[in-house]
């Protein structure tokens, strides 16, 4: 296949998906990811596509929110490995908020049976992953359900969310970055995000590594805000040291 025909295929993969990654691509076109590198630069130059880390999203689409099904089936390994050392972060009978997200449900799924604890969310998949636990005390958050997140956003919400002062928030992000900071495609969502920030003492960011780079329409606060930065090797090296100057720990697992 010469490059020109590559290129389509990828631009066409990239509007169906929302995104583009570098080393999916390499292993369906059967070439080097840097060959995959030199199509994603020409569609960037070309103003089809822009590349973020890790791959590519189409041009003017920094506000594109895939359906929750689509991103759960998106870096599932990753997302395990997170949510897997995200289980250290739990206090043991203490209280946590837990965010929306494909990654925090995984965490949420992953909490033992026997666990003692507090879990706050406005998440439907979290809650119906937890709502058997005999011996977490689960408190549902209300509001206006968005059907993409499965989450509650909105004045009841944020109410809540006013009134709760927990040990540790595990929030999930659609883009992050030293610059950019923490980013989601819509305006509720980032309100109740950021009101999540301020309800708990402890903040633990679930994000994967392509995620790094991106920044969408809604900006809800600063990696400076996050504690602990839980990622997977993907993140380089560099990458982790530029957040790490921003006061944050990163893990990546």
């Given at each position: 296949m010469y490059a020109p025909e590559r290129q389509q295929v990828i631009l066409r993969l990239a509007r169906e998906c929302g995104r583009v990654d570098v080393l999916s691509l390499a292993e369906e076109f059967q070439v080097t990811a840097e060959t995959v590198r030199r199509d994603l630069k020409a569609l960037d130059r070309a103003g089809l596509l822009r590349r973020v880390h890790g791959g590519a999203i189409p041009a003017g689409r920094l506000d594109f929110e895939p359906p929750l099904a689509e991103r759960d089936a998106v870096a599932t390994d990753e997302k395990e490995r997170i949510a897997a050392a995200a289980?250290?972060?739990i206090p043991i009978d203490g209280s946590v908020?837990?965010?929306a997200g494909s990654t925090a449900a995984r965490l949420a799924a992953a909490i033992p049976l026997d666990s003692h604890l507090t879990v706050v969310t406005h998440a439907l998949p979290v809650a119906a992953r937890?709502?058997?636990h005999p011996g977490i005390a689960l408190h549902l958050v209300g509001g206006r359900v968005r059907h993409r997140t499965r989450a509650a956003v909105d004045a009841w919400a944020l109410n809540a969310y006013s009134e709760i002062n927990a040990d540790v928030v595990f929030l999930a992000t659609?883009?992050?970055s030293p610059k950019?900071?923490?980013t989601t495609p819509d305006l509720a969502e980032a309100a109740v995000?950021?009101?999540m920030i301020s309800a708990?003492?402890?903040v633990v960011l679930l994000a994967d590594s392509a995620k790094f780079g991106q920044e969408h329409f809604a900006r809800f606060g600063d990696l400076a805000q996050v504690d602990l930065l839980i990622t997977d090797t993907g993140l380089g090296s560099d990458d982790a040291l530029a957040i790490e100057?921003?006061?944050t720990e990163v893990v990546r697992a």
């Open positions: 289980l250290g972060e908020i837990i965010d937890l709502a058997d659609n883009g992050f950019g900071g923490l995000k950021r009101a708990a003492r402890r100057s921003q006061g």
